[in-house]
Each structure stands twice: as structure tokens, then as C-alpha cells.
């Protein structure tokens, strides 16, 4: 039996114009999770949210806590966002106060993720300043998770993929180009 699959994309400064380039080159038959940390404004959540609704067949929601992750579907992250097991199920808690620099926090989402080895996990550093989601992707790739950062060539800023390489240093590293591929790939197996 094949285990549901989740990519997590975190990106910061150019992240936007990446994701939607993603999104645009999903195939039709997509049957995977993508979860999305966008550092983004909590004002401007909705529209990023509406605005990837746009251009794709899959389902696109704003995290709200509780709900269930599910299979073709883009879940864009306000605030704090995490995954966790209950009840079998796979399930998003959502924690607005959580006091961080970063909003959304890539190394929560990356981080919980970490600990639900029952999904196929692929976690996706892009474009941004600073170095969130470093941490969050060393324990994911310890915990047997793939990751894939952003190449100095196609980041906007190159200071999240930088970072998190320093500290995974055995992750792939590609384009936007070849991330697109990889998740392609992901999904096939």
C-alpha cells in the first residue's frame, strides 16, 4: 500500500512568484499534499490563498486547526501550523499566538513532520532571508524524510537554502526547475 504523501514548501522574499511556477506545472492527476509556510503578512494569507485557487484544479485552503489533511489538496499556512497524528488521521493544529520571528514558522511545520514517519514526506526550502526551516529540515531528513533546497542560481535571496544546506548537507539541491521535476518524481513513486 503506498503511504499518503506530503511536500512541504517554505519560502520567504520572492517566495510567492516560486510557488505559484509550482503550482502551474502540477500534473492533472496530482494526488499528493503540499503544504505551504509562505512567510507572508496574516492580512495577506487569504489572497495568496484565493490567488493559488487560480491557477490550479486542486482543492486550496487557508490551515484552519483541526482540519484533515487529504489527499490532492494545498493547504497554505497562517500562523503557526503543525501536523499531527489523531486518531489515525492526519490533522493540522493551528496556533496564531505562538511567539516567533517568522510568520508562518517553516521549522514548526517542518519539525512536526518529522515525527509522522507514516507519510512520504518531501520538504522544499525556496527563496527567503534568514534561516527558517533549517532546523525543521535537518530532523526531517534525520527522520528519513527527503529534502530539496533552492540553488544560489534561480533564488530570488539565497539565505534559507544556504542555511538549511549548511546544516543538510547530504539534501538534493536544485533549480526551480529541477524542484518542479523532483516533486514530479516524488509523486510517481
Do not use: W
Given at each position: 500500500?503506498?503511504?499518503?504523501?506530503?511536500?512541504?514548501?517554505?519560502s520567504?522574499?520572492?517566495?510567492p512568484?516560486?510557488?505559484?511556477?509550482i503550482?502551474?506545472?502540477?500534473?492533472?492527476?496530482?494526488?499528493?499534499?503540499i503544504?505551504i509556510?509562505?512567510?507572508m503578512?496574516?492580512h495577506?494569507i487569504?489572497?495568496f490563498?484565493?490567488?493559488?485557487?487560480?491557477i490550479?484544479?486542486?482543492s486550496?485552503?487557508v490551515?484552519?486547526?483541526?482540519?484533515?489533511?487529504?489527499?490532492?489538496?494545498?493547504?497554505?499556512?497562517?500562523?503557526?501550523?503543525?501536523?499531527?497524528?489523531?486518531?489515525?488521521?492526519?490533522?493540522?493544529?493551528?496556533?496564531?499566538?505562538?511567539?516567533?520571528?517568522?510568520?508562518?514558522d517553516?521549522?514548526?511545520?517542518?519539525?512536526?513532520?518529522?515525527?509522522?514517519?507514516?507519510?512520504?514526506r518531501m520538504?522544499?526550502i525556496?527563496?527567503?532571508?534568514?534561516?527558517?526551516?533549517?532546523?525543521?529540515?535537518?530532523?526531517?531528513?534525520?527522520?528519513g524524510g527527503?529534502?530539496?533546497?533552492?540553488?544560489?542560481?534561480?533564488?530570488i535571496?539565497?539565505?534559507?537554502p544556504?542555511?538549511a544546506?549548511?546544516?543538510?548537507?547530504?539534501?538534493?539541491?536544485?533549480?526551480l526547475?529541477?524542484?518542479?521535476?523532483a516533486?514530479?518524481?516524488?509523486?510517481?513513486?
Open positions: 500500500m503506498n503511504k499518503e504523501r506530503v511536500i512541504l514548501i517554505g520567504s522574499t520572492g517566495g512568484g516560486h510557488i505559484d511556477k503550482i502551474k506545472a502540477l500534473k492533472k492527476d496530482f494526488t499528493g499534499s503544504v509556510a509562505q512567510h503578512s496574516p495577506f487569504e489572497s490563498a484565493r490567488q493559488i485557487g487560480t490550479t484544479h486542486l486550496v485552503s490551515v484552519m486547526d483541526g482540519m484533515i489533511l487529504q489527499p490532492s489538496s494545498i493547504y497554505v499556512c497562517s500562523g503557526d501550523c503543525r501536523l499531527i497524528q489523531s486518531n489515525h488521521r492526519i490533522v493540522f493544529e493551528h496556533n496564531t499566538a505562538h511567539d516567533t520571528i517568522y510568520t508562518p517553516i521549522d514548526t511545520l517542518f519539525l512536526s513532520v518529522s515525527q509522522l514517519p507514516s507519510l512520504k520538504g522544499i525556496l527563496t527567503g532571508i534568514g534561516d527558517d526551516g533549517s532546523r525543521g529540515a535537518l530532523a526531517l531528513f534525520n527522520s527527503e529534502c530539496m533546497f533552492e540553488s544560489e542560481e534561480s533564488a535571496v539565497y539565505g534559507m544556504r542555511r544546506l549548511e546544516l543538510v548537507p547530504d539534501a538534493k539541491v536544485g533549480s526547475d529541477q524542484i518542479i521535476e516533486i514530479c518524481h516524488f509523486e510517481e513513486l
